[in-house]
């Protein structure tokens, strides 16, 4: 028994030493102890001159580049103003001799309303008078807003859309049908294709 008791202790030492490691393995990476408090900046300290001067610099900056970008936002292109109106327009039953919104619309009664209401610009009243007017455009140089017209009936001007982009044109077709988007490419349109007129007021 009593040879026992130096063995007893011995390993009783080891355990004893290897909890203690663990403890202090174990507090160093988990700290008992609170984190830092967060830096308080007393209310009656004061900012140096030279960070006043870049907070108000900063400041001035920001309402300048806010300002710029109202007044960017503001200056809408023509071309933009009047596509935008001719899109709200969809749908909108065609009507022979139709030139308002209660009424439903022809093409150029269609064209004629969205050019008045978006620019406030006059046109024609029908199809080849608006033809005969403006400045003619190349089919690869069309540009939003271009007007481009087509031979339905018989060899004279007959129809007119509003050229939008990549191909496509918004249109009153005909009877029975709706203001609408169709592509210039399209079988129908491309055998009639007349050409393409742009309006004084967008060159």
């Given at each position: 028994?009593?040879?026992?008791?130096p063995?007893?202790?011995?390993?009783?030492?080891?355990?004893?030493l290897?909890?203690?490691a663990c403890t202090?393995?174990?507090?160093h990476?988990s700290?008992?102890?609170?984190?830092d408090?967060?830096?308080?900046?007393?209310?009656d300290?004061?900012?140096p001159?030279?960070?006043?001067?870049?907070?108000?610099?900063d400041?001035?900056?920001?309402?300048?580049?806010?300002?710029s970008?109202?007044?960017?936002?503001?200056q809408?292109s023509?071309?933009?103003?009047l596509?935008?109106?001719?899109?709200?327009?969809?749908?909108?039953a065609?009507?022979?001799?139709?030139?308002e919104l209660?009424?439903?619309?022809d093409?150029?009664?269609?064209?004629?309303y969205?050019?008045?209401q978006s620019?406030?610009?006059?046109?024609?009243?029908?199809?080849?008078?608006?033809?005969?007017?403006?400045n003619r455009?190349d089919?690869?140089?069309l540009?939003?807003?271009?007007?481009v017209?087509?031979?339905?009936?018989?060899?004279r001007?007959s129809?007119?859309g509003i050229y939008l982009d990549?191909g496509?044109?918004?249109?009153?077709?005909?009877?029975g049908?709706?203001?609408?988007?169709?592509?210039?490419?399209?079988?129908y349109?491309?055998?009639?294709?007349a050409g393409?007129?742009r309006?004084?007021?967008?060159?």
């Amino acid at each position: 028994m009593a040879s026992m008791r130096p063995a007893a202790a011995f390993y009783f030492s080891v355990f004893a030493l290897a909890a203690l490691a663990c403890t202090a393995r174990s507090v160093h990476s988990s700290p008992l102890l609170p984190p830092d408090p967060p830096a308080f900046r007393s209310p009656d300290m004061t900012l140096p001159e030279s960070a006043i001067a870049t907070t108000r610099l900063d400041v001035a900056t920001a309402a300048a580049d806010a300002a710029s970008g109202a007044a960017i936002a503001a200056q809408v292109s023509p071309r933009r103003m009047l596509a935008d109106f001719a899109l709200k327009l969809r749908n909108i039953a065609y009507v022979r001799g139709g030139r308002e919104l209660t009424t439903g619309f022809d093409c150029s009664g269609f064209v004629r309303y969205v050019f008045r209401q978006s620019l406030g610009l006059e046109l024609p009243s029908d199809s080849s008078s608006q033809f005969a007017e403006g400045n003619r455009v190349d089919k690869d140089a069309l540009r939003m807003g271009d007007l481009v017209f087509f031979k339905t009936h018989g060899k004279r001007v007959s129809h007119v859309g509003i050229y939008l982009d990549n191909g496509l044109f918004i249109h009153s077709p005909s009877r029975g049908k709706r203001v609408r988007i169709d592509h210039l490419d399209g079988r129908y349109w491309a055998k009639r294709y007349a050409g393409a007129k742009r309006p004084d007021a967008l060159i």
